[in-house]
């Protein structure tokens, strides 16, 4: 049996409507036509869009497009749950999760988490209301208290449980905190960075709790990673000369400037809340960003609960979402791989005798200001 996993902060598609969901849909329809796998799970993050308010009417009828499409009549049975519940402020995640099942393969199975049993996935339905109450899931978002600074936040998880070809695992959609600002973000250590690791902890502590038997998971989604900040600013504008203007009469800063020394004092990096903008993306893009990788820490502190396929792509955010720019970078944070598939060290073993292809989806092409993230695998009897 064939697998392919994606995630997918679907945030952009909603605010452009007739451009980047049509290169979206079209990418991620040719990913299904190159690997026709029989299970495909779809992880999506801020749908609805960034104005959900306005866009969240737009996610059925882009969720109906999918599965009455031509491309995926193949897949007769569907399970999708959609967290559409905007005005529920101690609740809402806007997390999607979307699951689909060819017409080919049989007995898969779905985990019943109240009576604690499987159950034959059965048709094609959408779940999008009351899902706290929905059994087939988990759901929660993340406590207030992890952030108490930012006033409010659609953060947090979905977890569904599976038994496909006798193996028996969780699929986690995830979305974790965000930077609220570069300049705070430069300082060493970050308080986002600390406050993603609270998050993925209470995650981790969840899944692998008594409740349940414990299973193989994967966890992929969003999970707003980011690069040593301080480090990557130290490696690319080395011995430059530190400018910072202040915002007002107090001295607090808005804007740092890092320039070379000499007589032209070129402008290597403009730091401000929400602006990244250093003079060369290629470094990047080079070699898929390899030499940040040393960079890229946030994880390891859970090493000994998640492992992950080694990186071949460039960081998946935070792409321009302009439709003719779909290789460039937003001038508003530093790039990054947010966006992950993540497993259990048990999960992993399955996964590489699988021959995995762990790769973004749409590289040459603008998909929003996230690149998918995709992983294909062959799961044995």
């Known amino acids: 049996m064939e697998a392919l996993l994606v995630t997918a902060n679907v945030g952009s598609l909603f605010d452009d409507l007739e451009g980047l969901q049509t290169i979206w849909l079209q990418e991620f329809y040719e990913a299904v036509a190159k690997y026709k796998p029989h299970f495909i799970a779809v992880h999506c993050q801020e749908i609805g869009g960034k ?70 996935v059965v048709g094609k339905v959408v779940h999008s209301t009351h899902l706290e109450t929905n059994s087939m899931i988990e759901k929660e978002r993340f406590p207030q208290d992890f952030w108490p600074e930012f006033k409010w936040s659609r ?7 599976w038994r496909l070809q006798d193996q028996v695992f969780d699929l986690v959609n995830v979305h974790l905190f965000h930077d609220a600002s570069n300049l ?39 999970f707003n990673v980011r690069l040593d900040t301080q480090r990557v600013v130290e490696t690319l504008c080395g011995p430059a000369t530190v400018r910072t ?99 259990s060290p048990s999960a992993i073993e399955l996964v590489v005798k699988g021959r995995p292809v762990y790769d973004v989806m749409g590289p040459a092409v603008c998909m929003g200001d996230h690149k998918p993230v995709y992983l294909f695998f062959h799961i044995s009897a």
């Open 51 to 120: 104005d959900y308010e306005s866009g969240m009417a737009q996610v059925d009828l882009f969720v109906e497009g999918i599965l009455s499409s031509k491309e995926m009549q193949e897949y007769n049975r569907v399970c999708v749950y959609l967290d559409q519940s905007y005005t529920a402020h101690t609740r809402f995640t806007a997390l999607g999760s979307m699951y689909f099942l060819h017409q080919s393969i049989h007995n898969i199975y779905q985990f019943d988490f109240k009576v604690q049993e499987f159950k034959e």
């Open 155 to 161: 953060k947090g998880y979905i977890r569904t449980r």
């Open 184 to 222: 705070v973000a430069w300082r060493c250590p970050s308080v986002f960075s600390g406050n993603r690791r609270r998050a993925l902890g209470h995650v981790l502590s969840r899944i692998t709790d008594s409740c349940y038997e414990k299973v193989p998971y994967l966890i992929f989604g969003d």
């Open 245 to 343: 203007i202040p915002t007002n009469d107090a001295g607090d800063v808005n804007k740092v400037l890092f320039q070379e020394k000499g007589k032209d004092h070129k402008v290597l990096l403009r730091l401000e809340s929400k602006t990244f903008d250093y003079f060369d993306q290629d470094v990047f893009r080079e070699d898929n960003g390899k030499a940040l990788l040393e960079f890229d820490r946030e994880l390891a502190t859970f090493t000994d609960d998640i492992c992950e396929l080694d990186i071949h792509f460039p960081p998946s955010y935070p792409y321009s979402e302009v439709n003719t720019e779909g290789t460039l970078y937003a001038n508003t944070r530093c790039p990054a791989w947010c966006d992950r598939i993540l497993m």
